[in-house]
């Protein structure tokens, strides 16, 4: 049971990032000014409502340093720490 439990852990801290990862790219596209379809551009909303959730909080704590986000960097590691810790508690 904790092997099902642990393995559904990795796979939503990993789906997770790599909204996280999507978002940052497509911020980096929006700077870039490239026309994107109106669908790309709604499930990209959907996405930043998603990673929303952890990075708002982030970026309230810790604002941006000459226009450079840190906010999913932080995420990450902290999603990857949380992840270690849940799951070596599993598996003890």
Avoid: C, K, Y
Wanted: proline fraction near 4%.
């Amino acid at each position: 049971m904790n092997l099902v439990l642990v393995q559904t852990i990795n796979l939503i801290i990993e789906i997770f990032s790599i909204l996280i990862l999507i978002e940052v790219i497509a911020s980096w596209v929006m700077v870039a000014n490239v026309r994107l379809p109106d669908a790309v551009i709604r499930l990209l909303h959907t996405i930043s409502s998603i990673t929303g959730v952890v990075l708002n909080p982030i970026r309230r704590l810790i604002p941006s340093i000459g226009g450079l986000d840190l906010s999913p960097i932080i995420a990450l590691l902290l999603l990857d720490m949380l992840r270690r810790l849940l799951v070596s508690l599993l598996l003890r």
